[in-house]
């Protein structure tokens, strides 16, 4: 059985987009399912942000065939997993649990490097370029951290 991982940000254009195609290139699609989504319905059916798409064509990651879409309920019992890019997203979505095995679900990405310290992917949408390669950097060492602590390679 494949394991089912959801990323989550407010639109799903910038960081989760880019989450869901780093951890996509780290693993075996044999062995996991990875998705994306936002908590908005801002940009429902676009592509990522242009920004993102060439942060990832940088390090040859291409999601240019993703759409976004927004967060369900259903996806509870969908993914295994649900890591969201930063705190208001997360409360968000913990607003939508229905009980403890959903709560324990989910969890903010970059725990995966700075344990229990609800630290925020930044968001690198109103920013430069700079913003775009930062979030990069973050979100390829939480993901690496992903792969080694839930065996996907």
Same mark, same amino acid.
């Given at each position: 059985?494949?394991?089912?991982?959801?990323?989550?940000?407010?639109?799903?254009?910038?960081?989760?987009?880019?989450?869901?195609?780093?951890?996509?290139?780290?693993?075996?699609?044999?062995?996991?399912?990875?998705?994306?989504?936002?908590?908005?319905?801002?940009?429902?059916?676009?592509?990522?942000?242009?920004?993102?798409?060439?942060?990832?064509?940088?390090?040859?990651?291409?999601?240019?065939?993703?759409?976004?879409?927004?967060?369900?309920?259903?996806? %509870? &019992?969908?993914?295994?997993?649900?890591?969201?890019?930063?705190?208001? +997203?997360?409360?968000?979505? *913990?607003? #939508?649990?229905?009980?403890?095995?959903?709560?324990?679900?989910?969890?903010?990405?970059?725990?995966?490097?700075?344990?229990?310290?609800?630290?925020?992917?930044?968001?690198?949408?109103?920013?430069?370029?700079?913003? %775009? &390669?930062?979030?990069?950097?973050?979100?390829?060492?939480?993901?690496? +951290?992903?792969?080694?602590? *839930?065996? #996907?390679?």
């Amino acid at each position: 059985m494949k394991t089912k991982i959801l990323m989550v940000c407010l639109g799903n254009i910038c960081r989760s987009p880019l989450a869901e195609g780093i951890l996509k290139a780290k693993t075996d699609p044999e062995k996991v399912y990875i998705d994306s989504a936002g908590t908005g319905s801002y940009h429902v059916g676009c592509a990522p942000d242009e920004r993102s798409i060439a942060v990832g064509r940088k390090y040859s990651i291409d999601i240019t065939e993703q759409k976004c879409r927004q967060f369900d309920v259903s996806d %509870f &019992e969908e993914f295994d997993h649900i890591f969201v890019m930063d705190n208001a +997203n997360y409360r968000n979505i *913990l607003s #939508l649990t229905e009980n403890k095995d959903d709560e324990e679900k989910v969890q903010l990405i970059l725990n995966e490097i700075f344990p229990g310290e609800n630290v925020d992917v930044p968001d690198p949408y109103h920013g430069g370029d700079e913003g %775009f &390669e930062n979030v990069y950097q973050m979100l390829e060492e939480a993901c690496e +951290n992903i792969v080694q602590r *839930l065996d #996907l390679k």
